[in-house]
């Protein structure tokens, strides 16, 4: 899969293990770190939430697999993270596999 230096995108590895490509680094995520780290992204993408990264600092901390990985997102990462996981979690399980 082609990457462009500000790419995210998720890999299924095999049963319950999934990679998280960033674009400096790949990040190891159990299913329930995925289940987390959705939870995440819906909570900080929501228009109350995006208002007020917008009007204060424009950028989002976050931490991930159990707080092991710190990302730091921009709201056009963020939201496309967020594009990403919804998609990851809406495939059928044949074109995962």
Known sequence: METTS???????????????????????LSFPQMLELRRKINAKTTYKSLNAIVNNENFVLLF?????????????????LKEEIAVFFETPDFILA
């Open 64 to 80: 991930v697999a159990d707080k092991q990985h710190l990302l730091f997102l921009e709201i056009p990462q963020l939201i496309k």
């Open 6 to 28: 500000d790419s995210y995108h998720i890999e299924y590895l095999r049963f319950c293990k999934y990679v998280l490509h960033t674009p400096t680094k790949a990040i190891q």
